[in-house]
């Protein structure tokens, strides 16, 4: 019986923010209050319906539901079931409760906005892609899922339509994880032309009777999940997509789009670790990513893009911890490192959009100790940064133990990779967040030298209790989440933790110390030529322009060739035809000899034809 | 000698014959009528369909016969029509009917002194048609083929004016040809068979010893040269573009339509009565058909006169009606009949939206439609005025729904391609004798001739389609009601067959 009312909550999670979306965009021009109201009001409705569906969901095994019927196309059967089981149930508690804090946020943050509206509905058809994607049991219902959610950043990236690097960063977002989703989509085509069904059970089931595991299949899913997840070479998406409003970039960092790879994963966790090639790969690119984004977030000048630079860092740990695991540990400890990522992230980007409209803009430079006597900013912008340093007893250090303690039991090459690069990244991130506080609690900060209209006010009233209740919620919530991880039974290992907290506290330490130099910021200590070249993300744009007017210049190789040989042909012929017909028409002017000519000729050649043919 | 006559199956010959004659009687009691002559015709073709109508109800295989000869061990019968010659002759008499309703006299031009007499002839060459898918001796082919042949010579001239006296002469001067092969070849059948009869016996027995079948052979290539002439057939075909430019249109409509139909009558009576010789006979045929194509098709693509382009367009068709023929089967005939049928139908269509067209164009020229809003008769010049320039079909559809539509559905069966689903139907059963011979070079040949063809009538088509340049044609069509009823009976024809052609093909059993 609980099975069944799980089932229905699952459908009810989707259903819900898709009416929603569907209802608010009917209401956004002619009712723009109302249409925010109904974003709000289901985006809480829709936290309820994913409480009511983690309360019911069996303790083992899964719970399938129906959507809009099944499809038999051809051979191929496709169910487009949902399939919810207990750890999925929390990631989409997650969720859905992300969604409804950032919607609570917007209707403070979007309020001057005239598109906030639309703005609201988008973010609710977000969630429930999201949600479809994190709920799925059909390889279709999650490339739909996938899909819309790689629409809906395009609209929420480039909202600020006015503002051409805004279009600009839409755009890249858009092509680089469509490029990408091509590997997704062949491996989703190639895993149902193996099976004859999208249906997961079915494939999990063919898979694990001994079939060969399908390793071209699972890294050409990896290529859509690389893109979409920010692992190199597709990193350089994310940090441009902070063009986008505060509460997108929490979104899409916090809960959603750019975790959609670890769900994606974890989901088919089960095929992964059959495929230790495929495990490899993922590993190498989480373990390069990691690193290679840490020490980038270290040297941002800005706070949302060292947030960002952060996001693909965590995530690139929780893909590392689900290439490292044991087949055995289902993958639980990247989901959990999603689930507490989604709090402390959303946390951290919320914040940073308080900040940017106390400060006049999101650079440290302006946001220099603006952070002081906020009362809940500080306190909880810094249990955010704590749990993302892994401190104890943040929910943050509970998660990251977890991945850790994967990466140690792993037995593979490339769990040892993951191993050190977490070490790496871990000291490393300790660094930046310290960094982060530390900035934007001392010093003083420079004035915007020009007031910039598409920054909100900072909250006053009614606005503020709002503000301040969902960042506090969530500053609480980092602080003693991690104490329901180990209800729901993670466990600590004290060696393993004492030595993360060990490199954690070394980081916090020699960002304190490099704090103490003149100026105040420990990133002073690069060089100003280093410091400029990773502000513009090391020239990767240029790597990918570059990519780009490659493949266009073989395009019109290609077009210069298919113009020249192969259209020849048919061009030849049409003009050969022409000028026969031409020719043929000039010698038809009306004059009857030619006609009696031709009529002699004809009847030569049919009496030559007739004689010589009849036997 | 007794011979047996029934009249019922000879209406279809007599009705436009005596026809003709009461036209003339008529024209003497009362001169000058402009309506009369074309009532009397309408009533004569109108009994003269009762006879094919009646023969196409047989069954296949079966044949309505008359002037039977009591010879011994079979009657002989000199007019015999099958279910496929009925539906030749039914076609023959449509295409007179839509001819004579293009001509139907509007209230500007009265050309009335001649009214009887182009009425007249025009009877006379639809009871030639009719009478040669029937006749089945030597003698009465001849003569029948060449009643059918001979009015339109001088329905050409009638007008008298220097394009169409040129037409005339091309006309005669090949005629003149075919007429002096034919009689040839029927003088070497006589020599060959020693009979007047055209029939699977008469051949067989012939074709028994070789100088008589050398003879035979002589004679059939002889007599496919002179219909080659009349079917338009390249290289006979050089008087087709003069002939269609020079003549008034409704004289060209219905040189298109019945002419062709009594050329493939007279070639079918004679090829069915070689399909007991096998296929080797026929080679001709297949030169002859891919020949006309070709030329028909790549001369049309430069056409810019649209009656020029039907002229080319008609001897490219040609080559399709005789295409099937290549095969001596009885499919391949009913084949052809109904390739026939197809291109009739759509060719008399298009020429009846031409005539409407042009008589705008003629209307915003005279200056009688002077208030007719959007008749920028300043802009118009040279050929484009005429209403004969492909330019001037530019956005028809747009401006009438009913002849722009009529138009295209009328290209589009003739090149084959939807919505003419009877173009299309019938281009595969022509193909297919070929295909069941195994002549593969011929069939792809034919095949580039397929795409040949969509080219030529889609650059009309196009045009259709096109935004109207300001103010450059005419407003709103509204044609005649006379040419309207053709276009209207052309158009539900071609859609009705279009939507059912299993409806065609089973009238042939």
């Not at chain 1, 303790?59 to 099944?70: I, K, L, R, S």
């Not at chain 2, 004579?100 to 060459?125: G, I, K």
């Not at chain 2, 040809?177 to 067989?204: E, H, K, N, P």
């Not at chain 2, 045009?463 to 053709?486: C, K, Q």
Request: one cysteine or more; glycine letters at 10%; a neutral charge.
């Amino acid at each position: 019986m609980t099975s069944s009312t799980a089932s229905t909550f699952a459908q009810l999670l989707v259903a819900v923010p898709v009416l929603a979306a569907v209802v608010s965009l009917i209401l956004a021009r002619s009712a723009p209050g109302a249409s925010r109201a109904v974003s709000a009001v289901t985006a809480v409705l829709g936290f309820l319906v994913s409480v009511g569906l983690l309360v019911n969901v069996p303790a083992e095994g899964f719970a399938a539901a129906t959507t809009v019927g099944p499809l038999q196309v051809g051979e191929l059967k496709v169910p487009l079931e949902l399939l919810v089981d207990r750890p999925f149930a929390v990631v989409a508690l997650a969720v859905a409760f992300v969604v409804a804090c950032i919607q609570l946020y917007s209707v403070w943050y979007m309020a001057t906005d005239p598109r906030g509206a639309v703005f609201q509905a988008i973010v609710s058809m977000f969630g429930a892609a999201m949600l479809l994607v994190v709920l799925s049991g059909d390889l279709l219902l999650t490339l739909i899922g996938w899909e819309v959610m790689g629409w809906g950043s395009y609209l929420l990236i480039g909202h600020h339509t006015f503002r051409r690097s805004a279009r600009r960063a839409a755009m890249k977002a858009f092509l680089l994880t469509r490029f990408a989703d091509i590997g997704f989509v062949l491996g989703i085509v190639a895993l149902a032309a193996q099976t004859g069904t999208t249906r997961l059970a079915v494939i999990f089931e063919h898979f694990g009777e001994g079939a060969a595991a399908p390793t071209a299949a699972l890294v050409l899913m990896l290529i859509g999940i690389a893109g979409k997840s920010g692992l190199i070479p597709f990193h350089d998406w994310l940090p441009d997509a902070m063009e986008g409003p505060t509460p997108a970039s929490a979104l899409i960092h916090g809960a959603t789009m750019v975790a959609a790879g670890t769900v994606v994963v974890g989901r088919l966790f089960p095929l992964y670790a059959e495929s230790t090639d495929a495990r490899l790969v993922l590993a190498v690119l989480a373990a390069a990513t990691t690193v290679y984004t840490a020490v980038m977030a270290f040297t941002q000048n800005d706070v949302k893009k060292l947030l960002a630079y952060s996001t693909m860092s965590q995530v690139a740990l929780m893909l590392g911890a689900l290439a490292a695991a044991p087949a055995e540990e289902h993958g639980a400890a990247g989901l959990d490192h999603l689930v507490s990522h989604a709090v402390f992230k959303a946390l951290l980007f919320l914040g940073a959009g308080w900040l940017a409209a106390i400060g006049g803009g999101t650079a440290f430079a302006l946001l220099r100790g603006r952070m002081k006597g906020w009362g809940v900013l500080p306190v909880s912008f810094g249990l955010g940064l704590a749990a993302l340093a892994g401190i104890p007893p943040t929910i943050g250090f509970v998660s990251k133990d977890g991945v850790v303690a994967a990466a140690r039991e792993g037995t593979t090459t490339g769990a040892h990779i993951v191993l050190y690069a977490t070490y790496l990244t871990v000291f490393l991130t300790a660094m930046y967040a310290t960094r982060a506080y530390l900035v934007l609690v001392s010093g003083d900060p420079e004035e915007p030298d020009h007031h910039d209209d598409s920054h909100t006010p900072p909250p006053t009233g009614s606005s503020y209790t709002l503000v301040a209740g969902v960042i506090g919620t969530l500053g609480l919530l980092s602080l003693v989440g991690g104490a329901a991880f180990l209800v729901q039974g993670a466990h600590i290992d004290p060696t393993v933790a004492a030595v993360s907290v060990g490199i954690a506290l070394l980081g916090v330490l020699v960002s304190w110390a490099l704090s103490r130099r003149p100026g105040g910021d420990p990133a002073t200590v690069l060089s100003e030529s280093w410091a400029r070249a990773t502000q513009v993300n090391l020239g990767t744009d240029r790597v990918y322009a570059g990519f780009a007017a490659g493949v266009v210049a073989l395009a019109r190789v290609v077009v210069r060739l298919d113009n020249a040989v192969v259209d020849a042909l048919p061009r030849g012929l049409a003009s050969g035809a022409t000028a026969t017909g031409g020719a043929a028409d000039r010698a038809h002017r009306g004059v009857p000899s030619t006609g009696l000519l031709a009529v002699l000729s004809g009847g030569l050649i049919v009496l030559v034809l007739g004689v010589a043919l009849w036997r | 000698m007794s011979v047996s006559v029934d009249f019922v199956v000879l209406l279809g010959v007599l009705a436009p014959l005596v026809g003709a004659l009461v036209v003339l009687v008529a024209d003497v009691i009362w001169p000058r009528q402009q309506r009369l002559p074309y009532v009397l015709a309408f009533v004569s073709l109108l009994v003269a369909v009762w006879a094919p109508y009646q023969a196409l109800a047989q069954g296949r295989g079966d044949t309505t016969s008359t002037l039977c000869l009591p010879s011994q061990p079979t009657a002989v019968c000199l007019y015999s029509v099958s279910s496929a010659s009925a539906l030749l002759q039914v076609v023959a008499i449509l295409g007179a009917f839509l001819a004579l309703l293009l001509a139907w006299p509007s209230e500007e031009h009265t050309p009335a002194d001649r009214t009887s007499v182009m009425v007249m002839l025009v009877l006379a060459a639809t009871g030639g048609a009719v009478g040669v898918a029937g006749a089945h001796d030597i003698a009465s082919w001849i003569i029948a083929l060449e009643i059918a042949t001979v009015p339109i010579i001088v329905l050409v001239a009638l007008p008298g004016t220097k394009a169409a006296l040129s037409g005339a002469v091309q006309l005669l001067t090949t005629s003149l040809i075919s007429v002096g092969l034919l009689a040839l070849a029927a003088a070497m059948w006589f020599v060959a068979t020693g009979s007047l009869l055209i029939s699977a016996d008469t051949v067989l027995r012939s074709a028994a010893s070789g100088p008589t079948r050398a003879l035979l052979t002589l004679s059939v290539v002889l007599f496919l040269a002179g219909i080659g002439f009349k079917l338009s057939l390249a290289p006979f075909h050089a008087w087709t573009p003069t002939a269609y430019a020079g003549a008034p249109l409704p004289i060209a409509t219905f040189l298109s339509g019945v002419s062709k139909v009594a050329a493939l009558a007279a070639l079918i009576v004679i090829i069915q009565a070689l399909s007991s010789l096998g296929a080797a006979g026929v080679a001709a045929v297949a030169v002859l058909s891919v020949l006309s194509m070709t030329l028909g098709n790549l001369v049309a693509l430069r056409q810019n006169d649209v009656v020029r382009l039907l002229a080319w367009s008609t001897i490219a068709q040609a080559g399709w009606i005789a295409l099937p023929l290549v095969s001596p089967s009885s499919a391949a005939t009913r084949a052809a009949v109904v390739y026939l049928s197809a291109y009739v139908v759509a060719t008399v269509l298009a020429f009846s939206v031409v005539v409407a067209v042009v008589a705008r164009y003629g209307q915003v020229r005279s200056g009688a439609a002077a208030q007719i809003p959007g008749a920028g008769i300043a802009d118009l010049s040279g050929g484009l005025a005429s209403g004969r320039m492909i330019g001037s079909y530019s956005g028809l559809l747009r401006r009438s729904a009913f002849l722009g539509g009529g138009l295209a559905l009328a290209l589009t069966s003739l090149a084959g391609i939807p919505p003419g689903l009877l173009g299309l139907v019938a281009k595969v059963g022509a193909l297919r004798p070929v295909l069941a011979e195994g002549w593969w070079v011929l069939a792809v040949l034919v095949a580039v001739n397929v795409v040949l063809g969509v080219a030529v009538y889609f650059r009309w088509f196009r045009v259709l389609l096109a935004d109207d340049p300001a103010g450059f044609t005419p407003g709103p069509e509204r044609a005649h009601p006379s040419v309207a009823l053709a276009v209207a009976i052309g158009s539900a024809l071609l859609l009705v067959l279009s939507v059912m052609p299993a409806w065609l093909t089973n009238l042939l059993g």
